[in-house]
Every structure is written in structure tokens, then in C-alpha cells.
């Protein structure tokens, strides 16, 4: 591409920073010139601090009123034509759908970034299934004008509408990237813990399996449980309306098995304490960036054969790939690993391998810009 301006839009002013901001320094490395466009927060503030141009909008998750979108809409309208921008990248449903409005009567270059599908391609309610044909209407009108739509699976483009139509513009670059010098097994943290410490970091919302793992976990043989531990790092997510519920938390403050830990800063110090990551996930990922991290820290890995989460796993080589929403196939595949100890190693090598090879941010960031030329 000719153009060295870009404007990178996301309605998450912490999920732009922690997942975005390393893409962001990336493009500034690479010659361009960013922008950002997110809600007014701290982490606005650290953004800028950064040296990057940032311009808040009034979209949030949990606040998307008719009134604010427009304002939006014409803001980033005007933002794009005032600093001569070329190329407009945005991340999730809300800014895709405020970068395609913004930028319907214009040459600029637009990018679409679907990072999963989300809540309402995992379940088969009523309800979420009419929400489903919705987002299909709108990612099929977001499609004709988007220059490219970027997603983290394969699998995801079977969901959409007249997908062969846009076959040429839909690309998939796996994941978001993991930064495999900060998340590396060399931090391993030796602990005199004679037990096997299993880690889940994620969102705390149903549909991530925190039910059914906790039930399997709680259900191992008396022997086996005796000899393992369940960490779960993260909060509900309160800005879902699938969130786990403090009531279902509360249950297990007493559990020798099982620890919610809340809202952690230090999960690498956390992953380096670890024997094994656990993911029972049934949210339609794109590629969860709590397994990347787990991979790059060398770690056995159990998740599930959802789309994204099965381009992580090969099963016995690095970990178990294993049937959603079952507490039974969790509970074995628990059991399985524990008796796979001597192997812990040989997976951990593999699993690191992957990330470095795969999913590190140098990687992922490359193969991104490197369509947007095309």
C-alpha cells in the first residue's frame, strides 16, 4: 500500500491495549503512522502516552444507542478526511459495523477484523438463533464494502452468507499474535507443591465451560483429586449477559480442588507455576489468546474442538482436544493427563514450537500487513 496512514478502531479501551497495542507498535516500527480511535479511559491515556494520536469516541460495549452511533459515524467520518487516512482497520462487530458506515462513500481502505463469532454462534436458544441470522444480514452488508475481512479460523467462514461471493477478500491469519519473548518457559517457577496445578484464564462467562470443569474437577476420584489443583483466573465479565454468576463462585471458596483466583496482572507468573492449561470452551473463539500465551510458556494444553481452539491442540503431541459442553470427556481427559506425566515435557517443547512457529506476534503482524497491500 502506498499510504503510511492508518487509523486502527476498537470500542474497548483495555482489550484495545492488551491485545492491540503490541500490532500497533508493530505498524509504528514499520514505517507507518497510526491512529486510534477508542472510549475515553486510563487506558486512552496510556495509549497516547505511547506517542500515538488518539481520538475518543462515545461507543462502548455496554452502550451503543442509536444517538451515539451516528455521532460516531459522522466524527470518524470527518476524523479520516482531516488527517488523510487510507486505511481504516477495526477489531469486533460494533467498530466493523462503524467503519463500513463511515466510510460508505469514499475510496479509503477498509479492514474488517472478526475476531470470533462470539455468544450467538455458541448457543441454539430461540433467541439467539434469530440474533444469529441478524449478524449474518449485517456481516453480509458489511462484506460489500469491505477491502478485507480478516478472520482467525477457517471454520468461521462457513457461517457466513453467500460466502463464495467474497472469497477473494475474506483471508485467515490465525490469532492475535503472543509476544513469545514476555510469555517464555525459561521463567518456569519451581514450586514445592507436590500437586499438579491446572490453569484456566479467560472471561468468566458460561459459555467458556467454568460450569462443567468445575463439576468435572469436583468429581476426579478421591485419590486423583487429592494430587491436583484448579486455578481459575478472571472476572465476570458484567458487560455479558451470560456472565458467571458471584453465587456459582462463592460455592467453591472452600474447595480444596478447585480456586477462583479473580482478576490477575501477572498471568505469566501464573502460567510458569503451572503443569497444564484448561479451556473447556464452547464460545465461538476465533483463537483465544489465553491458549497462545499457554503455548508460548511451553504448556500441556486441554481445550475443546471448537473453531480456533482446534488449530492449538494436536491430540497426545501437545495436549487433548475434547468434545464441548461434556463434563465427562473433561473428566477423563484430566485423568489422561496426570497419567502422561513422564510426557509433560515432549508437550511442552511442542507446544512451544507451535506458538514461535505460528502465532507469535512477528508472524501474525506480518502476515497482516502484508495483505494489506494486496
Known amino acids: 500500500m502506498t499510504s503510511k496512514n492508518i487509523l486502527l478502531l476498537a470500542h474497548d479501551g483495555e482489550d484495545f491495549y492488551k491485545a492491540r497495542m503490541p500490532f500497533a507498535r508493530y505498524l509504528i516500527q514499520d514505517g507507518f503512522r497510526v491512529f486510534v480511535i477508542v472510549p475515553q479511559d486510563e487506558y486512552s491515556d496510556l495509549i497516547h502516552n505511547e506517542g500515538i ?33 487510507d ?17 460508505l462513500f469514499n475510496r479509503k481502505k477498509v479492514v474488517l477484523h472478526i475476531a470470533g463469532l462470539g455468544i450467538a454462534f455458541a448457543n441454539n436458544s430461540f433467541n439467539y438463533r434469530l440474533i444469529r441470522i441478524i449478524f449474518r444480514i449485517l456481516f453480509f452488508f458489511q462484506f460489500l464494502r469491505a477491502d478485507l475481512v480478516i478472520i482467525q479460523n477457517p471454520d468461521d467462514f462457513n457461517d457466513f452468507l453467500f460466502k463464495n461471493s467474497f472469497r477473494n477478500k475474506i483471508k ?22 507436590s500437586k499438579s496445578i491446572f490453569l484456566c484464564t479467560t472471561r468468566l462467562i458460561w459459555e467458556k465451560g467454568i460450569a462443567e470443569m468445575a463439576k468435572a474437577f ?3 476420584p478421591e485419590k486423583i483429586r487429592s494430587d491436583v489443583e484448579l486455578l481459575i483466573i478472571g472476572d465476570p465479565d458484567t458487560k455479558n449477559p451470560r456472565a458467571v454468576s458471584e453465587e456459582f463462585i462463592d460455592r467453591y471458596k472452600t474447595n480444596p480442588t478447585i480456586r477462583f483466583l479473580g482478576r ?25 489468546r489465553s491458549i497462545l500465551e499457554a503455548l508460548a510458556c511451553g504448556l500441556p494444553i486441554i481445550t475443546t474442538t471448537v473453531p480456533g481452539c482446534n488449530l492449538t491442540v494436536k491430540s497426545g503431541e501437545n495436549g487433548y482436544l475434547i468434545e464441548p459442553r461434556s463434563v465427562d470427556e473433561i473428566r477423563t481427559s484430566v485423568e489422561k493427563m496426570l497419567s502422561q506425566k513422564t510426557h509433560w515435557k515432549k508437550m511442552g517443547e511442542y507446544s512451544r514450537k ?21
Open 218 to 220: 469436583d468429581s476426579l
Open 172 to 193: 485467515v491469519v490465525k490469532g492475535s499474535g503472543v509476544n513469545i519473548e514476555f510469555f517464555n518457559p525459561k521463567n518456569k517457577i519451581s514450586t514445592d507443591k
Open 264 to 288: 490477575k496482572a501477572n498471568i505469566q507468573d501464573y502460567l510458569n507455576l503451572s503443569q497444564v492449561f484448561i479451556l473447556p470452551t464452547y464460545y465461538r473463539e476465533g483463537i483465544p
Open 354 to 374: 507451535l506458538a514461535v512457529s505460528e502465532f507469535s506476534e512477528e508472524v501474525v503482524f506480518g502476515q497482516i500487513v502484508n495483505l494489506y497491500s494486496r
Open 53 to 85: 494520536e488518539v481520538q475518543h469516541s462515545s461507543i462502548e460495549r455496554d452502550n451503543t444507542n442509536p444517538v451515539n452511533l451516528i455521532k460516531t459515524i459522522s466524527g470518524i467520518r470527518r476524523y479520516v478526511e482531516k488527517n488523510d487516512i
Open 87 to 103: 486505511l481504516i482497520h477495526s477489531f469486533k462487530f460494533i467498530p466493523n459495523f462503524i467503519n463500513v458506515a463511515s466510510n
